[in-house]
Nanobody, 125 residues
Framework: QEQVVESGGRLVQVGDSLRLSCVLSGRTMSREIMGWFRQASGKEREFVATISRRGDVTEYGDSVRGRFTISRDNEENTVYLQMNSLKPEDTAVYYC??????????????????WGQGTQVTVSS
């Protein structure tokens, strides 16, 4: 079956770094645009980062640009989100998703067709 599984979320301190992982199965990794999104309590899910099929083009949400880095290893069927200088406002459930649309990168949540269950990241204040 087609599946996306995130891992790596945990409780951290302000200023800490954390790396999330996302494993894709049931699809050819190199064919998928990948993205990270997050949803904080009481808020709408928001765009965090996206990466092109070859990994050469990336885009970030305004709130994380300069602190987070998305990367991918198609051989491992894995996408990563390196999070640095974490802030309390980064606290959220982080979701990984795959997009099969004909585009380079994708920031629109509605265009993603395969989603993971999410992993909780909590940044203490």
């Amino acid at each position: 079956q087609e599946q996306v599984v995130e891992s790596g979320g945990r409780l951290v301190q302000v200023g800490d770094s954390l790396r999330l992982s996302c494993v894709l199965s049931g699809r050819t990794m190199s064919r998928e645009i990948m993205g990270w999104f997050r949803q904080a309590s009481g808020k709408e899910r928001e765009f965090v980062a996206t990466i092109s099929r070859r990994g050469d083009v990336t885009e970030y949400g305004d709130s994380v640009r300069g602190r987070f880095t998305i990367s991918r290893d198609n051989e491992e069927n894995t996408v990563y989100l390196q999070m640095n200088s974490l802030k309390p406002e980064d606290t959220a459930v982080y979701y990984c998703a795959a997009c099969s649309r004909w585009a380079v990168i994708m920031t629109d949540q509605q265009k993603y067709d395969l989603w993971g269950q999410g992993t909780q990241v909590t940044v203490s204040s």
